[in-house]
């Protein structure tokens, strides 16, 4: 059936360029505007703006430099506290520690897998009673699913702390028919070469605050006074996008909405398949929007289907395939390892459970039928045999 180490190897999300991407690069050339800045990175900032339906955008060269600026927005300052989803990337926490501030990690709610209203309202009571208040709540939209926006901004509002909505993961999906990434003060995201479309590298920033924009604006070119010489006044930062990477996000962004239906396809095709299988759960889609399925994640518990995520993934790998485990709780890196950490409930850490037994399982919109059938064949297989 399988000639091992000949068959194509199969990533987890690999970049699925349209074709359009090479029009407007070739538009670059032509012009020469091989630079930060340039017509593509204008015109990018606005459809991107007008697809999501916020004020304003700013084209960045990462989705953590996005963060990191929004962070300066929102005031964070050397010895300030961030609360910060838990079961998240490194990049959503790193920038905190940029700003010499020092994240609050938040559990995970197992309806959703993201941000728990509970534990966040037992984060802000405990800051509340120390009289140290945060200066602003990061809430992460795990691969692809929104988070339960109407009762976080509601305790936020109530503590006047803004939201900075990473939405790396989830550019395309909606919450309550609002596109991902407009729901906090600030949203960012992410096109790095592995979210659902790309220019290689890059990010974006996104807020109502059109003020706010033009002040990370600002800081992204250096910081340079308006004035004939080169004049400083501020930190600056390197963080813009360049105009040959902007070109691809404007052919990539024509496609999204095909993207999105594509990896929502690839999790059909695995939920389907597998459906039969004691011991796999899918994670939930919640009812309040429409996820992206950036990847495809699912549980796998050992004692009822006998074999554990990691097995899956060695099998996986056997065939050539990429699987992962789900992301390493932020409270369990040993670079948070003195950081404060609120559960969802009192005796249960939601977010350590989920990383235990999660698996991430190829889900690229450029998967052909074939693909996922050579990957669904294997976890059968592996289950099976158990
Ligand atoms: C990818 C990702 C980021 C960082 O984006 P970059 O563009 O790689 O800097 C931030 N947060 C989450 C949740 C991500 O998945």
């Known amino acids: 059936?399988?000639?091992?180490?000949?068959?194509?190897?199969?990533?987890?999300?690999?970049?699925?360029?349209?074709?359009?991407?090479?029009?407007?690069?070739?538009?670059?050339?032509?012009?020469?505007?091989?630079a930060p800045l340039g017509p593509h990175v204008d015109a990018f900032e606005s459809e991107l703006a007008d697809y999501v339906g916020a004020g304003g955008a700013l084209a960045l060269s990462s989705g953590t430099a996005a963060i990191h600026l929004a962070l300066r927005l929102a005031g964070v300052s050397p010895g300030d506290v961030v609360f910060c989803s838990s079961l998240t990337f490194i990049a959503s926490a790193n920038p905190v520690l940029y700003q010499a501030a020092r994240p609050v990690f938040?559990?995970?709610?197992?309806?959703?897998?993201?941000?728990s209203t509970a534990a966040l309202e037992q984060a802000f009571s405990a800051a509340e009673e120390r009289g140290k208040l945060p200066r602003a709540v990061v809430v992460v939209n795990l691969y692809g699913q929104s988070a339960d926006f109407t009762p976080l901004l509601k305790i936020c509002g109530r503590y006047n702390v803004p939201v900075i909505e990473d939405a790396a993961e989830s550019l395309g999906a909606t919450y309550k028919g609002r596109a991902s990434g407009t729901l906090g003060k600030f949203g960012i995201y992410s096109f790095n070469g592995n979210k659902i479309v790309t220019t290689s590298g890059g990010g974006m920033l996104v807020s109502d605050d059109l003020e706010a924009l033009e002040k990370a604006?600002?800081?992204?070119?250096?910081?340079?006074?308006?004035a004939r010489h080169y004049q400083h006044s501020e930190i600056g930062f390197n963080y813009r996008l360049s105009n040959v990477l902007a070109a691809i996000g404007r052919g990539q962004l024509k496609v999204l909405d095909d993207r999105v239906r594509a990896r929502r396809a690839v999790f059909s095709r695995y939920y389907e398949a597998l459906l039969e299988y004691d011991g796999l759960e899918f994670m939930p889609e919640a009812p309040y929007g429409q996820s992206s399925r950036w990847l495809t994640a699912l549980q796998v518990d050992q004692d009822r289907c006998g074999v554990s995520a990691a097995d899956i993934i060695d099998a996986l790998a056997e065939r050539n395939i990429e699987a992962r485990p789900v992301w390493k709780p932020l409270h369990l890196q040993p670079l948070f390892k003195d950081c404060l950490y609120y559960t969802h409930e009192t005796d249960g850490d939601v977010s350590a459970k989920l990383f235990e037994k999660g698996l991430c399982l190829p889900s690229g919109s450029n998967m052909d039928s074939d693909e996922v059938d050579r990957v669904i064949n294997c976890i059968k297989e592996c289950l099976n045999n158990r």
């Open 1 to 34: 059936m399988f000639v091992l180490g000949k068959s194509k190897r199969i990533y987890l999300s690999s970049p699925h360029m349209s074709g359009n991407e090479l029009n407007y690069i070739a538009e670059a050339f032509s012009t020469n505007w091989i």
């Open 106 to 115: 938040i559990d995970s709610d197992p309806e959703n897998w993201n941000m």
């Open 217 to 226: 604006r600002f800081w992204s070119t250096q910081a340079r006074d308006p």
